[in-house]
């Protein structure tokens, strides 16, 4: 992205000796490299070095400073009594300056301060793993009470469900009888929308259904589908 | 709003500033000392006067070190330890299991209905068709 078309690149060249070792050939021989192993104990990058087995997120302070504070400590005292000593220690350096400005004390004099600075950062990151599982403790309380919430209107809404269906059922006329043959020719039911009058079909039909088959007409059923066919052609 | 821990480390870099740019520009706008006896330049009066500067700057870092001493006060105590905490952890995460357990449930029962209404509704259509059918044989 930072060369147009073969312009000057600020990015340094791929490596190409490494990478002439990917040919297609290589890795079907199988003698393309492997990746590198991850690294197990220190390494450095760009001057830093960096410890693979630090406890990741507080080393201990002993390494290359001087504590000041006790072993059981309180934190937030501590943090006071830090924030403190920093004001009065640039009164001390303010005094010093006046006084002698190039003496050696200023420079102690701010060494001081720069460990009093380090050590208060130090006891802030000490916090972050505890608001870490703060955060996380948070969250999961969010999502059972989500959780929880939504099973409960589930529940209520299939207890709504299950309400209406019964006073469906209900409201079905209770004087089905099987001599439905007379009800057919007597009654042109049109085929409606409404869920009773249909269910008062379905039994209806269900009752004709089955003398039909008791009569053994079984070979006038594909000629009723025709006249069905016939119908609703008829009526396009 | 960034959280409290971000807070005051801002506040604390706010403190090493304002000390760093106190002791700066006092140096820099001192009007510069009289030797006695060298009397030949008249000293030139500060653009804003030396005292305001001064206080003000006292006065931003006295502020500033409050700010960070109430945001200290607003943090937790030590009464939640790393114990403690992670045994409200395992206590939150078997409860979330038992409130899946529950919603899987409740979804289960839903859709053994829904199956139920479906098939009810494919069997009222199917009898209407065939009574469609027998209309058309009477008629």
């Known amino acids: 992205m930072a060369e147009g078309q ?148 589930f529940r209520k809404h299939l207890e709504h469900v299950r309400e209406r269906l019964q006073t469906c059922f209900q409201s079905l006329p209770d004087d089905v009888s099987l001599d439905s043959k007379l009800l057919i020719k007597t009654e042109p039911m049109e085929t409606s929308d409404d869920m009773s009058s249909s269910s008062h079909v379905v039994s209806l039909m269900r009752g004709t259904k089955r003398e039909l088959e008791d009569n053994g007409e079984e070979e006038s059923i594909p000629s009723l589908q025709d006249q069905m066919m016939c119908d609703i052609i008829e009526g396009l | 709003m960034a959280d409290r821990l971000t807070q005051l480390q801002d506040c604390v870099n706010q403190l090493a500033d304002h000390l760093c740019n106190a002791v700066g520009i006092l140096q820099q706008f001192a009007p510069s000392g009289s030797f006695t006896g060298f009397e030949k330049t008249a000293s030139k009066q500060p653009a804003v006067t030396n005292e305001e500067n001064a206080a003000l700057f006292a006065q931003l870092i006295a502020r500033t070190a409050k700010d960070i001493d109430v945001l200290i006060d607003s943090l937790p105590n030590e009464d939640s330890s790393p114990e403690l905490q992670l045994a409200s952890l395992c206590r939150l995460e078997e409860e979330n299991q038992e409130a899946a357990r529950q919603l899987e449930e409740v979804v289960q029962q839903g859709e053994t209905l829904l199956t139920q209404i479906q098939q009810a509704l494919h069997d009222i259509a199917q009898t209407q068709l065939d009574s469609q059918a027998l209309q058309s044989a009477q008629l």
Do not use: C, W
């Not at chain 1, 001087?66 to 934190?75: F, S």
């Not at chain 1, 004099?109 to 955060?135: C, G, S, V, Y």
């Open chain 1, 6 to 153: 073969q312009g000057v690149s600020s990015m340094p060249l791929p490596p190409m000796q490494y990478v002439s070792l990917y040919t297609d050939e290589n890795i079907r021989r199988g003698r393309a490299p492997k990746p590198p192993p991850p690294i197990k104990d220190n390494y450095n990058m760009f001057g830093v070095t960096f410890h693979a087995d630090d406890q990741i997120v507080r080393p201990l302070e002993d390494q290359g400073l001087r504590r000041l504070y006790p072993h059981n400590y309180d934190h937030r005292r501590e943090l006071k009594k830090l924030n403190h000593s920093i004001v009065i220690n640039f009164l001390d350096l303010l005094d010093i300056l006046i006084k002698l400005p190039d003496s050696p004390k200023r420079t102690e004099k701010m060494d001081d301060l720069t460990l009093l600075f380090i050590h208060i950062h130090h006891l802030i990151n000490e916090f972050r793993p505890h608001q870490a599982r703060e955060t996380l403790r948070v969250m999961m309380e969010v999502q059972k009470r989500q959780r929880l919430d939504t099973a409960e209107r």
